[in-house]
């Protein structure tokens, strides 16, 4: 029963939030199986990656494994979003574009590292708190990521896209590692992620075109 909750959470949760965004601004289907389609190759290559990185020896300091896990997440990830928004989707140039990617790819990343069996009610209230807030967490980066490419013209934002989602993953290792506790590592990455958010907005309202969104005018 509740493998099948979670595998409903995991579809159900990215799709509703698409639907409330294609109703809000009229975004398209195309970004969204993009950023969908990306984060698969994305993880392959990190995947690939992580062999030549993460070896023997570096698995056996433990903080430098999860730094250089993060930094490894942090890189590819947005070099990913960078190289999408540049060159595979450049005429979708629309901020509504980079949101839409955003929730493509946080949809595969919740279907490919979702743990599904041998789940309980306790691990699907988790489960949907994470998958919310990896929406909007996926989402703000986009944003930064998209103003790096449309907009700003030039790298910088590229790279705080790259260290804040480092930083993000550090916090994650830290319940890994038990330094802190699931309540704590979820109260710190809704905390992380609302900062986001803000600085994404704050973005957004330097660089945006008034006529993209009416109650920007």
């Known amino acids: 029963m509740y ?5 409903v959470l995991t579809c159900g949760l990215p799709a509703a939030a698409w639907v409330l965004w294609h109703k809000k601004t009229g975004a398209g289907l195309w970004p969204l199986c993009v950023g969908f389609v990306a984060y698969m190759l994305i993880s392959w290559m990190r995947a690939l990656a992580r062999v030549f990185v993460l070896s023997d020896s570096v698995r056996e300091v433990p903080w430098l494994f999860y730094l250089l896990s993060a930094l490894l997440s ?8 960078y190289f999408v928004f540049s060159k595979a989707i450049p ?3 629309r901020w ?12 595969a990343e919740c279907i490919l590292t979702t ?5 309980d009610l306790w691990d699907c209230i988790l489960s949907t708190l994470s998958f919310a807030e990896g929406i909007f967490f996926s989402a703000a980066l986009s944003v930064l990521v998209f103003a790096a490419v449309h907009a700003a013209g030039n790298r ?14 550090v916090l994650g290792a830290l319940l890994l590692g038990g330094i802190i ?5 979820m109260a710190l990455q809704c905390l992380f992620t609302a900062g ?5 907005w704050r973005v957004y309202r330097y660089y945006a075109i008034p006529s993209e969104f009416p109650e920007h005018a």
């Open 74 to 81: 942090g890189l590819f990830e947005e070099a990913g979003r």
């Open 96 to 107: 509504r574009d980079a949101v839409t990617y955003g929730i493509g790819h946080i949809s």
């Open 3 to 7: 493998t099948l909750l979670m595998a």
């Open 196 to 200: 986001l958010c803000y600085l994404a």
């Open 156 to 169: 910088r934002l590229l790279w705080a896209a790259v260290g804040l989602h480092t930083l993000a993953d």
């Open 181 to 185: 506790g699931v309540f704590s590592e």
């Open 115 to 119: 743990h599904y069996f041998d789940c």
């Open 91 to 93: 005429n979708h140039d």
